[in-house]
């Protein structure tokens, strides 16, 4: 039996302790704020922590007829660990670290940041209507063998690989730990089934489905759903300043017409609906046939931030229904 | 809210036009979108109610769509946008058929989160200016959108046809409501500070310009290269210079219609820039813009004559 | 690092370039430049990858590297003026330096090309991923593992055909059988005359067999160059082909261009027909 139990206060003065360490996430805050320190460092999301919404590369200066170029080293002391829910742990380990971590080609900004943070993954008790993530191989009780796990449970906190990342003394309780398993079992049983086996090859047999065109009609194609994504990784280079300046590593979206133009003015993107296929199809086709896992973990924020109510799980449903036709 | 009577006229008319932009239920509950209707059997999803957020006219200058003669669900703001997208020649008249809806107000779903916690559809019942939860009456305009408390135009100004009576100008709401004023009322430096922290949050998502049927441009100056007049870095200052950027191409064009302060992922209250801007016109120009079509545009008329020197 | 001892390897930042001098600006065309610029150390690439050019204050931007893998001193790069970055790099002149990061892409499949006959058919700017290739394989030590090798050059006008001295010296390499085509002639021009596709059909007489051909130029040419190639007998997987995208990181991570599941900055630039036939068509 893996798991053991600490107690609320345990948790809470671990937490006080360790306060300038510890970041959390606002949708982990806004869920157990009445279990947690309310005075945390939070952050909207889990990924703008390694992979920021903007930063500098390099600075580039002309001194004299050269031009000289600076790396720039962030030597910030990093909070140590982030307190989250496990659709964005999955989304920061199974995805952005995929992405960013290669071994030959690291993304170094990204990579500093990352290294030696350990995640606190804090299960869900509740499910919000717009959650989704038993679809897509999460779950509410997800964990990890590189993190932490926290899972309330009857007054004391459920923990596991807590003992020696966080110091912390659990004790044993068999009995319970079992009952907890059970419950996460059970529970687990009475979700949406995953995806249907073999659905990112089917998708991308749909890839000219008419659907989508259909699909993509409302969308005003802005960004807000790719830059509150947990799991969106799409970044710009881009240049700030004439005769000295940065170049800057920034967010971008697959949304934005200017994301995929050539500088010939021809855009082998260019409405809406070759967009919204992109966005759909990355997630849920191309990044898991690279790298096996799906790129969207079912968090539902980008269901419950957008303003006209395109909502990508309706979209998913409605193609797995015309590819299993 | 006006079913039977969208039903109606969508059979009516649809044929004639080429399609309805209008509204159907979303997939969430407390969510309407927006809805294309061009068959028969899509006349049934039609509908409208409280929740009858976005403002369609965007969906007029769509490519596939500026093509069409097509009729559209209007509020008040709505249709006010259209008209400024008309006298702008962005769309034709004789390709419109303005189909207005009497608002009574968009209600916002945080101010019944709010009030209620986690909300359950079950437990509301709606009617025209009140609810009911669990029995217990509430008025609607006690959780309007911050957009719906400042309207004055529950009415669209110019349509073809009305579902429903025209509303009575909504009563003037107490001081306290008027966030506006209350930002103005503050000493510089605080409004300075306030503007400074939600300047901060922005991430650039676009999300209030994209939403906004008067942001039609086909580049953004923000996406312009030559010159690149913003960095790409989300920093308090590139913010503010594009809010600040749009709300002055806005200025004399906004129908205050708040799409672009719903729209925004991170609660910024964005639309006080435009309002402002707007308040300032209609100080100086006496001018409301989308009001008719007849009266021009005092930021977009040139005259020879005009009293200020600067512009001639 | 918890207290280990050793020696800290700087960590390298694979988005920042290495500035080098401009060695040399030759004027291809009107709009075409090809600039020579120093090699970086530990630059090795193949032929058909390509670099990102960084102009300070500009921006960057992709471009496949023209000149042989064998040319210690240099890189070439022949660009023509289409967007900012390019405009900043037209006015750059020798002893100005630009930043290089690279090599990126796949390159050409080099070593399912030997002991094959290689028909090079090259459209305006397209032929100056092709160059890379056919110097080296007509460099002395490569000449031997390939068979024969023809090269169709076409642009539109005389003016726009891109290096010139380069084709006058194909022209008179006994290893290498030279066609040049415009589609629109003028008085200085007594060449052939000819959309690329349609020159290809009359002139180049081939048995597909034991033949690959290495298409390259605009989209438009190289949609009907395939088709006549189809015509001619040639096997989807014997005609390879390259692709453009914008491209940003270089090494497959900023996420824009891809064309389904591959980046072509990463997979690509450099596919087989057969390989384009399995891709959606969004390029």
């Known amino acids: 039996m893996k798991g053991k139990f600490v107690t609320h206060e345990q948790v809470f003065t671990w937490m006080e302790r360790e306060r300038g360490l510890v970041v959390i996430t606002e949708r982990a805050q806004k869920k157990y704020h009445h279990l947690l320190p309310s005075h945390l460092i939070t952050v909207k999301t889990a990924k703008e922590l390694f992979f920021s919404p903007w930063e500098a590369v390099y600075r580039y200066t002309l001194q004299g007829k050269t031009w000289v170029i600076e790396e720039k080293v962030e030597h910030s002391s990093f909070p140590s660990f982030l307190v989250l829910l496990p659709c964005e742990a999955k989304a920061i380990l199974e995805v952005t670290d995929v992405n960013f971590m290669t071994e030959d080609t690291p993304d170094l900004g990204y990579a500093r940041r990352r290294r030696g943070v350990t995640l606190i993954i804090v299960g869900c008790e509740r499910i919000e209507q717009t959650c989704f993530c038993s679809l897509v191989g999460c779950s509410p009780f997800w964990r990890h063998r590189e993190s932490v796990f926290l899972f309330p449970w009857k007054g004391h906190f459920y923990l596991e690989d807590g003992e020696e990342k966080l110091s912390l003394s659990p004790f044993e309780d068999p009995q319970k730990a079992q009952a907890v398993e059970t419950f996460f079992a059970e529970t687990i049983c009475t979700l949406p089934l995953p995806l249907p086996a073999n659905f990112p090859e089917k998708l991308y047999a749909h890839f000219d489905d008419p659907l989508w065109q259909k699909m993509a009609w409302h969308c005003v194609n802005c960004g807000a759903c790719t830059y509150l994504c947990p799991t969106c990784y799409c970044f710009d280079l881009s240049v700030d300043g004439k005769l000295r300046g940065l170049t800057l590593h920034t967010w971008d979206s697959c949304m934005f017409p200017k994301f995929t133009l050539h500088a010939s003015s021809h855009n082998p993107r260019p409405t809406g609906k070759e967009r919204v296929r992109q966005r759909v199809m990355h997630k849920f086709s191309y990044f898991p046939l690279r790298n096996k896992y799906y790129g969207c973990v079912g968090c539902g924020v980008c269901r419950e931030i957008c303003p006209v109510n395109w909502d990508i799980k309706e979209v998913v449903e409605g193609m797995v229904r015309q590819v299993e036709r | 809210m006006y079913e039977r009577a969208l039903t109606e006229l969508a059979s009516k008319i649809l044929g004639e036009v080429e399609g309805i932009i209008g509204y159907a239920p979303g997939s969430l509950p407390f969510h309407m979108r927006p809805f294309l209707c061009q068959r028969e059997e899509d006349i049934a999803c039609l509908s409208f109610n409280h929740f009858a957020r976005p403002n369609l006219a965007r969906y007029l200058l769509t490519l596939e769509m500026r093509k069409k003669r097509v009729a559209i669900v209007v509020k008040g703001c709505d249709a006010r946008t259209v008209i400024v997208l008309l006298k702008e020649g962005q769309v034709k008249r004789e390709n419109l058929y303005l189909i207005g809806a009497p608002c009574h107000g968009m209600v916002s779903v945080s101010k019944l989160e709010e009030r209620f916690g986690v909300l359950s559809p079950p437990d509301f019942v709606w009617e025209a200016d009140t609810f009911t939860w669990r029995g217990e009456r509430f008025a609607i305009r006690d959780f309007l959108e911050d957009s719906c408390e400042r309207c004055a135009y529950p009415n669209p100004p110019w349509y073809d046809a009305l579902l429903g009576e025209e509303l009575p100008k909504p009563p003037v709401l107490p001081g306290g409501r008027d966030y506006l004023g209350r930002i103005k009322a503050l000493p510089l430096e605080k409004r300075w500070e306030f503007f400074a922290q939600e300047m901060e949050k922005c991430i650039r998502c676009y999300a209030c310009r994209n939403s906004c049927p008067l942001c039609y441009c086909t580049e953004c100056f923000v996406d312009q290269t030559r010159p690149s007049w913003l960095s790409q870095a989300a920093t308090r200052n590139e913010n503010l210079f594009f809010h600040l950027g749009r709300s002055l191409h806005m200025a004399g064009r906004c129908t205050e219609c708040g799409a672009c302060e719903r729209a925004c992922p991170l609660g910024i209250p964005i639309g006080l820039l435009p309002l402002y801007v707007e308040e300032l016109i209609r100080e100086h120009f006496a001018f409301e813009a989308g009001m008719n079509l007849d009266t021009p545009a005092p930021l977009l008329t040139y005259r020879e004559n005009d009293p200020n020197e600067f512009i001639r | ?283």
């Open chain 3, 1 to 283: 690092m918890n207290g280990e001892v050793g020696i800290r390897i700087k960590e390298k930042n694979i988005y920042v370039p290495t500035m080098v001098p401009i060695l040399e600006v030759i004027q291809e065309t009107r709009d075409i430049k090809t600039f020579r610029v120093q090699r970086p150390s530990s630059f090795f690439y193949h032929p058909g990858q390509f670099a990102e050019i960084f102009v300070p204050g500009k921006g960057e931007a992709p471009f496949s590297i023209t000149s042989s893998p064998q040319e210690e001193r240099f890189l070439e790069f022949s660009i023509k003026r289409i967007g900012v970055v390019t405009d900043a790099l037209h006015r750059l002149n020798p002893g100005d330096s630009v930043g290089v990061r690279g090599p990126y892409g796949n390159g050409f499949p080099v070593s399912s090309l030997l002991h094959s006959s290689l028909l090079f058919i090259g459209g305006g700017i397209g032929l100056a991923p092709l160059r890379s290739l056919i110097n080296y394989v007509l460099s002395p030590q490569e000449r031997i593992n390939f068979r024969e090798i023809i090269l169709l050059y076409g642009a539109r006008t005389p003016q726009d055909l891109v290096f010139q001295w380069e084709l006058k010296r194909w022209a008179e390499h006994r290893d290498l059988t030279l066609w040049v085509t415009v589609d629109q002639g003028d008085s200085s021009w007594s060449g052939i005359v000819g959309l690329v596709p349609e020159v290809l059909k009359k002139v180049v007489e081939v048995e597909p067999i034991g033949w690959k051909s290495i298409v390259c130029g605009p989209p438009i040419m190289i949609k009907f160059t395939i088709k006549a190639l189809l015509e001619m007998g040639f096997q989807v997987k014997d005609i390879i082909t390259t692709l453009e995208m914008r491209m940003k990181c270089g090494v497959g991570k900023c996420g824009r261009c891809n064309i389904g599941p591959y980046y072509v900055c990463k997979d690509g630039p450099v596919f087989s027909y057969q390989e384009l036939q399995e891709m959606p068509e969004e390029y």
